[in-house]
């Protein structure tokens, strides 16, 4: 009896041990010395074999999650030439009413491009190039997307000298800077509507500040604004939002190793900060 006993907390002793030292609990089974008792053979042969059902459950759930991003992105790249064909068409025949179908249809190409990025951000890994990137060609190119809406809401764009080159992805950092500038225009004031971008170099690191004089974010909102699906007193008002933009973009900014952080007051406006590294070998997400 008094073998046995030993036996059992050797054995129980080693499955605590593991428990404390490993962080993936599942491998247990795989780490676990032969046992010394029958009890014991029947219990790693009980764990192996749930260890075993749950892999094949999660490989499972797994192929069907890829299997649906794989579709997705297969629709987004269908759907984008209708898109093109449309606006093609409405080139060649401008008037008032293809003028607004043009605007609408530029709402359209900007869901589809989230919901893309959406798709993706969970294997960002496998679709980003960190490179040496100019961040003032990013800007520039977020600000041609929008003229439209500049022009449609008379804001006035401020674009101080950007010129620094930064580590990140271009596609990427212009989908970030993008949705961004997009809630500004949500966003603007009725009276004198501006949006300000500028830069500072750091000893390592450019922050870029993207700052408007719109309705600006209620206190109780501004810590929550990076939650997924969160719209906030500012969805509710003024426009229909899906709450993903900003989420989207501290997601992606985790993924390239950037840091964004927001800063408002209602009826002044809001700041965005974001901070690219020089280097290759920067990160500023965990910072």
């Known amino acids: 009896m008094a073998l046995e006993y030993i036996k059992h907390k050797k054995y129980f002793g080693e499955i605590d041990s593991l428990l ?11 780490m676990l010395n032969e046992a010394e008792s029958v009890q014991g053979e029947k219990f790693n042969s009980l764990l192996k074999e749930l260890s075993r059902d749950m892999y094949e459950h999660v490989k499972y759930y797994k192929d069907m999650q890829e299997d649906y991003r794989e579709y997705l992105e297969a629709w987004i790249h269908e759907i984008k030439t209708p898109i093109a064909s449309s606006k093609l068409i409405i ?12 605007f609408q249809i530029d709402k359209i190409k900007r869901f589809v491009e989230q919901v893309l990025y959406y798709s993706r951000s969970n294997n960002a890994y496998k679709d980003y190039i960190i490179k040496q990137i100019n961040l003032g060609d990013i800007v520039k190119n977020v600000v041609k997307r929008n003229y439209r809406d500049f022009i449609h809401k008379k ?11 930064v580590y990140s992805d271009g596609k990427w950092a212009e989908f970030i800077i993008n949705q961004i500038i997009v809630n500004s225009i949500k966003y603007s004031s009725n009276k004198n509507p501006q949006i300000n971008i500028s830069s500072m ?5 450019v922050m870029l500040f993207i700052e408007d004089n719109g309705v600006g974010i209620i ?13 906030g007193e500012n969805g509710r008002r003024f426009s229909k939002s899906t709450g993903m933009g900003l989420y989207l973009c501290e ?13 408002s007051e209602v009826n002044k406006g809001t700041k965005v900060t974001l901070i ?3 280097s290759g070998m ?3 997400s965990d910072d």
Do not use: M
């Not at 404390?20 to 599942?26: F, M, R, S």
């Not at 804001?155 to 080159?165: A, C, S, T």
């Not at 170099?201 to 690191?205: D, M, T």
């Open 219 to 231: 206190e109780k909102d501004i810590d929550r604004v990076f939650e997924k699906g969160f719209t």
């Open 91 to 102: 080139e060649n025949n401008q008037n008032e009413v293809t003028n607004k179908i043009d």
């Open 20 to 30: 404390e030292k490993l962080d993936k609990k599942y491998l247990i089974p795989e």
């Open 276 to 278: 690219f590294p020089l």
């Open 282 to 284: 920067e990160t500023f």
């Open 251 to 263: 997601k992606l900014c985790l993924k390239l190793g950037l840091k964004i952080s927001i800063s």
């Open 201 to 205: 170099k750091k000893a390592n690191s």
């Open 155 to 165: 804001i006035k764009i401020n674009i101080n000298d950007i010129e620094e080159n």
